[in-house]
């Protein structure tokens, strides 16, 4: 077995998400691709850990860098390839799909339906989200 490590381990660098024409890696469709292609892989490479008598759990952990690595996918997003794979691998869907990379596409389009709204319409959504989450 491997000693304990952290997803940020060893990164070093600033995050550098940008994969092609978008400023945003959610609406970048080649980050989106890449993320898809590591959390695919790290799927992948789990099955075979997982034969080895390594829990999920730890082969998402230790294998999500490599990877990540293996797609040109920056390591910034290594916490998103591993929440991805968990919820691939635990059978987590979400309203309206049965795959919970789906939720990414969702989060695209919603951005993109958001930013068409008149800026006051805009604030009123965010304040009224803020007021509905609890992030404490």
């Known amino acids: 077995m ?3 490590r952290t997803f940020d381990t060893g990164i070093g660098h600033d995050c ?3 994969a092609g024409s978008s400023p945003f890696w959610l609406t970048d469709r080649q980050a989106l691709a890449r993320v898809r292609a590591a959390v695919s892989g790290l799927l992948e490479q789990s099955v075979v850990a997982v034969q080895d008598d390594v ?3 730890e082969s998402l952990e230790w294998l999500a860098r490599n ?3 293996d797609v040109d996918l920056d390591p910034c997003l290594i916490p998103l390839v591993q929440a991805l794979a968990a919820m691939a691998a635990a059978g987590i ?3 309206g799909s049965a795959d919970p990379l789906g939720l990414l596409d969702d989060a695209r389009a919603g951005l993109t339906a958001f930013e068409r709204r008149p800026e006051s319409a805009q604030v009123k959504l965010l304040d009224r989200s803020i007021a509905e989450s609890d992030f404490g």
């Open 16 to 18: 550098t998400v940008k």
């Open 93 to 95: 869907a979400h309203t």
């Open 67 to 69: 990877t990540c690595a």
């Open 55 to 57: 829990t999920v759990t």
């Open 2 to 4: 491997t000693a304990h």
